[in-house]
């Protein structure tokens, strides 16, 4: 594989306009997901930008700084299905999706970013006719084997075409934890717009602002994540690209996220109070606001003081660290934190990072056991999504002495009687 490469975006990626503001200065990561075998290659590996910028003309909250897609995916180890409670979500939104779209029977759904056919396979037991675009190609791979037809390419247009005329307009399109992910957000809705039903129904998921704002999500912030969505910059967009957005829904999932469900414009379906309620939730908490995000900027420096502080403490104490989780998000949190060179191993059971060593710190992952035979004094959760689980589930290291740190909405460490003043 070619050495990944980035460009720069001059321009707002919703509305085009170059009036757009750095407002989250950012330390470089390297990319997520890329493990070694060789510690030395992992540690100095390539890290680029993820600064965050908005646009001042329609609020929406964007990296300008562009991973070559290639470097980005192909070596994306990320299953969906393996994600602790993404398979029983997925379940669960497909029977939302079947009672809210009402596809006719053996009708397509396409699912865009479809990883590994996670998504679809409800629709597939339901009898449905289902068809996944993804450019992992590992993933793709593993989706195929289990019976979801994956293309393993990226969504443009002409591939749009191509699947309209060969497998005929899809009633259900779905971009689940994708709509993100895509540079070109405007040929991607182009795709949908092509490929979709006239009284069909597309489907996007992606992390709301408003909650990363609130959460001080700092962990969601990462190359692959090129927008950070709000509902008010993309109906205007949606707009304008010949399509409607009908509803909008928070959800807990991934600790706060937006769920849309969009029509052609001019559709016979309604626009929902859910989506004016958001619209006016955003202009109450001044969401399209630079000033907004640069008080979130503040909020991150604040959590990073605290952090390198403690790191330095129980350093000059002689205490051990470690990881547990090897999370996309790890490289934000340990470069954004002031965790690098503090974390001495990461635990993990990933049967493809396991024994390889994490790019960007070259921090080795061992089997999840090693927390218990080598009984750190401190473990950072880097994968803090499911904070909650792992330690309601490691008690018995609490018990022998560890603490778990938490890192995000704040800096907590979790002792075996719960918090500990810190």
């Not at 299953?79 to 809210?100: C, D, L, N, W, Y």
């Not at 993804?134 to 390419?153: F, K, L, M, S």
């Not at 010949?242 to 999932?253: D, Y």
């Not at 603490?403 to 009687?417: A, D, I, M, W, Y």
């Amino acid at each position: 594989m070619q050495p990944a490469t980035v460009s720069r975006r001059l321009t707002c990626r919703l509305c085009d306009s170059k009036n757009v503001e750095l407002v989250v200065k950012l330390e470089p990561i390297p990319l997520s997901e890329n493990y070694s075998t060789d510690r030395a290659i992992a540690a100095g590996a390539p890290r680029f930008p993820v600064d965050v910028y908005m646009c001042a003309d329609c609020g929406h909250v964007q990296h300008l700084d562009v991973i070559d897609s290639t470097n980005l995916w192909n070596s994306y180890t990320y299953f969906s299905g393996e994600a602790k409670g993404m398979p029983e979500h997925f379940q669960q939104m497909a029977g939302k999706i079947v009672e809210t779209a009402k596809p006719p029977a053996g009708s397509l759904v396409v699912d865009i970013g479809s990883n590994d056919g996670s998504l679809l396979q409800p629709f597939k037991r339901d009898g449905y006719r289902v068809l996944g675009i993804d450019p992992a190609t590992e993933v793709a791979r593993r989706a195929n084997d289990q019976g979801i037809p994956t293309i393993p390419a990226l969504m443009t247009l002409d591939l749009a075409k191509k699947i309209r005329e060969e497998h005929g307009p899809a009633n259900v399109i779905c971009a689940f934890n994708v709509f993100a992910h895509a540079d070109d957000l405007g040929e991607m809705v182009d795709c949908v717009r092509t490929m979709l039903a006239p009284d069909g129904l597309f489907f996007f998921e992606a992390q709301y602002l408003l909650d990363i704002i609130d959460g001080v999500l700092i962990a969601t912030i990462f190359h692959e994540h090129m927008s950070h969505h709000s509902v008010s910059p993309l109906v205007s967009f949606l707009d304008r690209h010949g399509l409607e957005l009908v509803s909008a829904e928070r959800a807990k999932i991934q600790h706060g996220s937006l769920i849309g469900v969009v029509q052609l414009k001019g559709g016979s379906r309604p626009v929902e109070k859910s989506v004016e309620d958001l619209l006016t939730l955003e202009v109450e908490r001044r969401l399209t606001e630079v000033q907004t995000l640069r008080d979130f900027d503040a909020k991150v420096k604040s959590l990073r003081d605290r952090t390198t502080g403690l790191i330095a403490k129980w350093k000059a104490e002689g205490a051990s660290i470690a990881g547990y989780g090897a999370a996309r998000s790890g490289p934000t949190l340990i470069s954004q934190l002031g965790l690098t060179g503090a974390l001495e191993y990461i635990v993990d059971d990933h049967p493809q990072k396991v024994g390889k060593f994490e790019t960007g710190d070259g921090v080795p992952v061992v089997p999840t056991a090693q927390l218990y035979e080598r009984l750190p004094d401190y473990t950072v959760i880097l994968a803090w999504v499911h904070s909650r689980k792992i330690i309601e589930t490691n008690q018995d290291y609490l018990d022998k002495g560890g603490h778990f740190v938490v890192l995000c909405p704040e800096t907590r460490v979790v002792g075996k009687n719960g918090d500990i003043k810190i």
